[in-house]
């Protein structure tokens, strides 16, 4: 079955630095990327997603890029601000609707 | 509020109790979906509903679990007989087309087996 991992698992960073996260997965079917942003104590937050026909995707500060070829894919976040200050998941999905999540990477942003 | 729902928010019970949670989607969606959170992991699937099929079940369900969607509309998840390592965050997502989709999440039963 499909296996995500996510790396690194915590990256701290100063206010309006970028942030970047990465992620790897094993099943070449799988074609749909999100990402999730989940707060303390609040539900995983849909943020972007990609699927496996376009190589990147952007939304205001946050953008998606995707290898095909080396199966992994990745999360930019530009200008960070604190209340980017969260867990952010990976997940990727194929011929199952079902999603297979990483282990999350907790950003801190310092103001 | 028209976003994904679920009650209780939170449930403590002792051990070889059982329990039952409610989930209601996003009026519209009709892929429904149960995922478990133990603290510090990402979400892991359980089971899924396309209306009142239950279409796919991970073997993470063992036969204590028992999920139902009856009219295609809210779903319950039944643990019977819990035990400590069923403690977790039980989260419910919808998704509004043949996926894979965009799901969306509730805010989750927390459940504390004591």
């Known amino acids: 079955g499909e296996n995500v991992e996510q790396h690194p698992s915590t990256l701290s960073v100063q206010e309006g630095d970028s942030a970047v996260i990465k992620c790897t997965y094993s099943?070449?079917?799988?074609?749909?990327f999100p990402w999730y942003k989940q707060e303390l104590g609040k539900r995983p937050q849909l943020i972007i997603d990609?699927?496996?026909?376009?190589g990147e995707k952007k939304d205001q500060r946050i953008a998606v890029t995707l290898n095909k070829t080396a199966k992994h894919f990745s999360l930019h976040i530009t200008e960070t601000q604190p209340e980017d200050s969260a867990v952010y998941f990976c997940a990727a999905s194929g011929g199952s609707e079902k999603l297979v999540f990483g282990k999350g990477m907790k950003l801190t942003v310092n103001p | 509020d028209t976003g994904v729902s679920q009650d209780p928010r939170h449930k403590i019970t002792k051990r070889g109790q059982n329990v039952t949670f409610r989930c209601d989607p996003i009026?519209?969606?009709?892929?429904l979906y149960w995922y478990r959170q133990t603290l510090g992991q990402g979400p892991e699937f359980l089971t899924y509903f396309q209306n009142e099929a239950q279409l796919e079940k991970s073997r993470l369900l063992s036969d204590r679990f028992s999920a139902e969607r009856p009219k295609g509309s809210f779903s319950t998840l039944e643990i019977q007989r819990t035990e400590q390592g069923d403690s977790a965050m039980y989260l419910c997502a919808s998704s509004s087309r043949q996926g894979p989709w965009e799901q969306y999440f509730g805010p989750g039963t927390r459940l504390t087996v004591t």
């Open positions: 990609i699927r496996s026909n376009v």
């Open positions: 099943d070449s079917a799988s074609n749909y």
């Open positions: 009026s519209e969606h009709n892929r």
